[in-house]
């Protein structure tokens, strides 16, 4: 029943910025980690910014400075803002949840969206 859905890519000028938005709905208990991967035509899918339920935060490389990831644990919702896009950003983002189901188990798990494309160029 755990469903997560992407919104907020599109096109957008080099320099220009975007936020994308994955929130998450059905039985859910507790989120324990938000990611954040992108994927190029060509490339492998990798990752480009998580998130715990502690608020630490990680960063590829080619994004350090430029992107900012977040959430709203009220809303069950991960954030990944971007700013100064660059044509090498282009991909299609996927946003990945860890999380508990039941308040019962302590069992968790990772779920997938199904992407938003992004897409820099003049």
């Known amino acids: 029943q755990v469903q997560l859905v992407e919104s907020g890519g599109g096109l957008v000028q080099p320099g220009g910025s975007l936020r994308l938005s994955c929130a998450a709905s059905?039985?859910?208990?507790?989120?324990?980690?938000i990611a954040w991967y992108r994927q190029a035509p060509g490339k492998q899918r990798e990752l480009v910014a998580s998130i715990t339920s502690g608020g630490q935060t990680n960063y590829a490389d080619p994004v350090k400075g430029r992107f900012t990831i977040s959430r709203d644990n009220g809303e069950n919702t991960g954030y990944l803002q971007m700013n100064s896009l660059k044509p090498e950003d282009t991909a299609v983002y996927y946003c990945?949840?860890?999380?508990?189901?039941?308040?019962?188990?302590?069992?968790?798990?990772?779920?997938w969206g199904q992407g938003t494309q992004v897409t820099v160029s003049s």
């Open positions: 990945n949840a860890n999380l508990r189901v039941s308040r019962y188990s302590g069992y968790s798990r990772d779920y």
């Open positions: 059905g039985s859910i208990f507790s989120i324990n980690k």
